[in-house]
Antibody, heavy 118, light 108 residues
Framework: EVQLVESGGGLVQPGGSLRLSCAAS????????MDWVRQAPGKGLEWVGQ??????????EYAASVKGRFTISRDESKNSLHLQMNSLKTEDTAVYYC?????????WGQGILVTVSS | EIVLTQSPGTLSLSPGERATLSCRAS???????LAWYQQKPGQAPRLLIY???SRATGIPDRFTGSGSGTDFTLTISRLEPEDFAVYYC?????????FGQGTKLEIK
């Protein structure tokens, strides 16, 4: 069974940094495309970025709103995904979801809240 | 970037009725890679339909996805009380992946 569990969220001041993690089980992370998606309070869903699989050399792409500030990485030894968020802004406040794509089907974690506020 | 526009914004229906939700893309969706999600308060989105018309595992057959190119539809044949929620479409045929703004399905 595919499972994704996010961690690392919390309260951070504007301009600060935070690193989210996504622990994957039930599949091999390196074989699949992985996304981060976020949802601001009371708003819709926003795609944040993607890392492709090993066969695609782990190519990463980012939404314009986070490019240059956010970095997606993998830890194959722990079968986990990370989202390093720097220079955080109040508008980055959201629930962040880890998403795995497997043969055109998406699997989602339960989400983790990040609050950027002074 | 492909912009997805969902309509209506809010749909008020009664249990047992039929619901038709629309998702229109600003340009053709590559491979008809269009998904539909259901989201309830405090929960992660739940995948209903992928590839425009394939039902995800465990999804009841009252949920049907259809369409191609730029026009897609999610039909719920007979609404159950648990179907009242917010529904999003997503295109994943080209980056950046994008979502519609959502349709809220509420009890009339």
């Amino acid at each position: 069974e595919v499972q994704l569990v996010e961690s690392g969220g919390g309260l951070v001041q504007p301009g600060g940094s935070l690193r989210l993690s996504c622990a994957a089980s039930g599949f091999i992370l390196s074989d699949h495309y992985m996304d981060w998606v976020r949802q601001a309070p009371g708003k819709g869903l926003e795609w944040v970025g993607q890392t492709r699989n090993r066969a695609q050399s782990y190519l990463t792409e980012y939404a314009a709103s986070v490019k240059g500030r956010f970095t997606i990485s993998r830890d194959e030894s722990k079968n986990s995904l990370h989202l390093q968020m720097n220079s955080l802004k109040t508008e980055d406040t959201a629930v962040y979801y880890c998403v795995s794509w497997q043969w055109a089907v998406s699997y989602w974690g339960q989400g983790i809240l990040v609050t950027v506020s002074s | 970037e492909i912009v997805l526009t969902q309509s209506p914004g809010t749909l008020s229906l009664s249990p047992g009725e039929r619901a038709t939700l629309s998702c229109r893309a600003s340009q053709s969706v590559n491979g008809n890679y269009l998904a539909w999600y259901q989201q309830k308060p405090g929960q992660a989105p739940r995948l209903l339909i992928y590839g425009s018309s394939s039902r995800a595992t465990g999804i009841p057959d009252r949920f049907t996805g259809s369409g191609s190119g730029t026009d897609f539809t999610l039909t719920i044949s007979r609404l159950e009380p648990e179907d009242f929620a917010v529904y999003y479409c997503q295109q994943y045929g080209s980056l950046p992946y994008t979502f519609g703004q959502g349709t809220k399905l509420e009890i009339k």
